[in-house]
């Protein structure tokens, strides 16, 4: 009866703050990280939309219930095509404000740069950014082949690179999860995917190249999350020295690498204090 009370609060104040800082109306697009989908944004989609804003959650290719397999994908363009084609969908007047999390902060970079008129704001939480001054080769692909309990696929055979990867258990739930809802790790195990390993690096950084002209001309946010185990704060402080310019950063506490599980609210009403502006 407590928690249900609390929700209850919580959708109220959200209602509250999204008045007071004129923010209704907004269109977000929310953008997942690698082996998620568009599922793992249902609480913060949930609270954007009872405060009155647009939502869409995309599942790239080959993630959530995207049709495409894994074994498809042969580089970052097939990987974040829906992204793009939903962009270019977009009437011509319309602008979006644009979130993106961990590896979902590239196709968000490159969209910076596709689409800058069509983007108010992107906002990156404890996510990868691309910039004149760092491109793919600075993030080793978010360490999709770290050292540990991970799952390797190889759809050209054992002696050819392999071309995708899955984390276990024990990463997800010691580096992504860890102060997370117990509930949050269970659906996640059950739904993430093999994230495809990009191995011809020429096309890869032809793929995911920006520029000032373009990509920085659309305003960044930042959201750091303190106690991520995967990127961890130092990193993220490092990508955002390096990605000038921004308009703000924000830092949430006791949030690992989910925050959208384990501070939802908090990363919500950051979110809207950013829309505020746009």
């Not at 082949?145 to 984390?167: K, V």
Request: glycine residues 6%; hydrophobic residues 40%.
């Amino acid at each position: 009866m407590f928690k249900q009370g609390r929700h209850v609060v919580l959708i109220l104040l959200f209602f509250i703050l999204s008045f007071f800082i004129g923010a209704n109306g907004k269109h977000f697009v929310l953008v997942h990280g690698a082996f998620h989908g568009a599922w793992c944004w249902y609480k913060v989609a949930t609270m954007l939309k009872l405060a009155g804003h647009n939502v869409t959650t995309i599942d790239l290719a080959a993630c959530g219930i995207s049709p495409i397999q894994v074994q498809e994908i042969h580089s970052i363009s097939q990987y974040y095509e829906p992204f793009m084609t939903f962009m270019e969908s977009l009437p011509p007047k319309e602008k979006v404000i644009l979130v993106g999390h961990s590896f979902g902060g590239i196709p968000l970079s490159v969209a910076m740069e596709k689409f800058p008129k069509k983007i108010s704001v992107a906002v990156f939480i404890t996510a990868l950014v691309l910039s004149e001054n760092l491109n793919f080769t600075s993030f080793n692909q978010e360490n999709s082949t770290r050292q540990g309990e991970s799952q390797l696929f190889f759809s050209n055979g054992i002696n050819n690179p392999p071309t995708a990867s899955l984390w276990g258990p024990k990463i997800m739930s010691s580096n992504l999860y860890q102060l997370s809802p117990h509930e949050d790790l269970t659906l996640g195990l059950s739904l993430v995917r093999p994230h495809p390993i990009f191995n011809d690096k020429k096309l890869l950084l032809k793929e995911t190249r920006v520029t000032k002209h373009r990509n920085g001309r659309v305003p960044k946010a930042f959201i750091i999350s303190k106690e991520d185990n995967l990127l961890t704060e130092d990193f993220q402080i490092w990508m955002i020295e390096n990605t000038r310019p921004y308009v703000e950063v924000k830092v949430i506490k006791d949030s690992d690498h989910m925050v959208m599980f384990s501070k939802p609210e908090k990363l919500t009403s950051h979110i809207l204090k950013v829309a505020r502006k746009y």
